[in-house]
Nanobody, 129 residues
Framework: QVQLVESGGGVVQAGGSMRLSCSSSGITSNSINSIGWYRQAQGKQRELVALILKDGSTNYGDSVKGRFTIARDNAPSTVHLQMNTLEPDDTAVYYC??????????????????????WGQGTQVTVSS
């Protein structure tokens, strides 16, 4: 019953800006390992855009460094991607991604940790020249 709800996609002109948001449900904020965005352009592999980790550190793809900024709200658990100075090469389907953990109780008094990955359905971003 984990859900990722993405919003903010659309069409913009080159040089413009756009903000994407992803809201998670069914996951507590303190169970998230990382959350952020990947993208996949036509005929290309899916690539990292921006990721924010549990400790607050961030990872950016080389092609978006200096132009994109990721930020996270803990309550509610939402991640925002501010995209500035957009280029036609930024055109892609953008996917929200979350890594999170859960625990289960085993036999006796043992507890087991499980790590999970979950992807949003994707939102189209088109940058026109």
């Amino acid at each position: 019953q984990v859900q990722l709800v993405e919003s903010g996609g659309g069409v913009v002109q080159a040089g413009g800006s756009m903000r994407l948001s992803c809201s998670s449900s069914g996951i507590t904020s303190n169970s998230i390992n990382s959350i952020g965005w990947y993208r996949q352009a036509q005929g290309k592999q899916r690539e990292l855009v921006a990721l924010i980790l549990k400790d607050g550190s961030t990872n950016y793809g080389d092609s978006v460094k200096g132009r994109f900024t990721i930020a996270r709200d803990n309550a509610p658990s939402t991640v925002h991607l501010q995209m500035n100075t957009l280029e036609p090469d930024d055109t892609a389907v953008y996917y929200c991604y979350v890594s999170y953990w859960t625990t289960t109780r085993g036999w006796g008094k043992t507890f087991n940790r499980h790590d999970h990955d979950y992807w949003g359905q994707g939102t189209q971003v088109t940058v026109s020249s």
